[in-house]
């Protein structure tokens, strides 16, 4: 097991001594070494370098691939480009067909941006145009970076990905209607194109620890989901391996789930977070605010479900880094240290 080391700018963490955490590497351990050809390298465009894009960008760029990627502000170019990667501007509320011409020199392709509710995959707006710049291009493999949110209610039972799609919102409607775009545009193409339904994405910088040490009051989308009794996430770690995986066998129109094995209520892995923060940085923070209410909601508004990993195991060969949210953690607070408190 290889350590990759993931050079991100981590959100600051504000803290109510008003210190903030500096800029850091974050370490993540990802399950590299059972794909050695990997080390060969590709041409990896990633649509949205946000979280997962950053850090499944590093995890190929220590496998030295060729990585370029796209970004929504002037800013944030500079600071991808800084840590290696050659970026270009992607506007969702005007995107521009030349980055198309950028896309169809590479070999492989992550869409990591959300469609828009009443105006579908920024990407897809012109499908004939993009379909008729990338049939010539080196493209071999397409991965489409969805959500579980498109199963919709199923009253708590466990789903999987041959169950039926039915998405209870219009952002998890828009979710579903560019999955079957994306995997239209791969058929006709003739490019392997995946689907991934992930999770509640966390790790370093975005976890229930980070929302601890922030020491903020839980937004209204937060307090909605603490009344939830099933979330499945997935640890970015893992992401990135399954991502791996596909790569090293490419399954076209195939559909896969990544979650972890336990989809635990948020109220229990706040509880384990807080135990955690305070086990590491015992008398540093205040007692964290009450995170136990909630908000009333329709019900089925957001779907209460739990979502099945079988076949990203099965036919991926997928071993989870961290199969639940207390070995995803533990290792998250045990990579911090005290620059993440200033005195």
């Not at 590709?42 to 796209?70: C, H, P, R, T, Y």
């Not at 479900?305 to 076949?311: D, G, L, P, Y």
Request: charged share 25%.
């Amino acid at each position: 097991m290889e350590i990759c080391r993931v050079p991100i700018q981590l959100p600051a963490i504000n803290l109510r001594f008003d210190k903030t955490s500096a800029f850091r590497q974050v370490t993540v351990r990802c399950s590299l070494s059972q794909n050695p050809k990997l080390s060969i390298g590709g041409e990896m465009f990633i649509l949205g370098m946000g979280f997962v894009g950053q850090f499944f960008a590093a995890d190929l760029k220590s496998n030295k691939w060729v990585v370029s990627g796209s970004c929504t502000s002037v800013a944030k170019k500079k600071k991808l480009e800084e840590l290696g990667y050659q970026t270009y501007i992607f506007d969702a509320n005007d995107p521009q067909p030349e980055i198309l011409e950028v896309v169809k020199n590479h070999t492989h392709l992550v869409v990591s941006i959300p469609p828009r509710v009443g105006f579908g995959d920024p990407m897809l707006r012109h499908k004939e145009l993009v379909e008729s710049i990338l049939k010539d291009g080196r493209l071999q493999w397409i991965a489409y970076l969805s959500s579980t949110s498109v199963y919709g209610d199923y009253g708590g039972a466990w789903v999987d990905e041959d169950d039926q799609v039915r998405p209870a919102n219009e952002v998890a409607k828009a979710r579903l209607a560019a999955e079957v775009e994306w995997l239209r545009l791969g058929d006709n193409l003739g490019i392997s194109t995946q689907v991934f339904r992930l999770g509640g994405i966390y790790g370093p910088g975005r976890s229930a620890v980070d929302t601890i040490l922030k020491q903020e009051p839980l937004s209204k989308g937060q307090k909605t989901r603490v009344s939830k009794s099933y979330t499945s996430r997935v640890h970015v770690a893992d992401i990135c391996q399954a991502l791996h995986a596909s790569i090293m066998k490419p399954s076209k129109g195939k559909i896969y789930n990544i979650v972890d094995d336990d989809p635990a209520p948020r109220t229990e892995v706040f509880s384990l977070a807080q135990k955690l923060v305070e086990e590491k940085f015992p008398k540093k923070i205040n007692m964290a605010p009450e995170r136990s209410e909630s908000v009333a909601i329709e019900k089925g508004s957001r779907g209460e479900k739990r979502v099945s990993n079988a076949r990203l195991k099965k036919e991926l060969g997928v071993k989870l880094t961290h199969p639940t949210y207390r070995s995803g953690l533990q290792s998250i607070i045990e990579n911090m240290d005290s620059s993440h408190l200033q005195n």
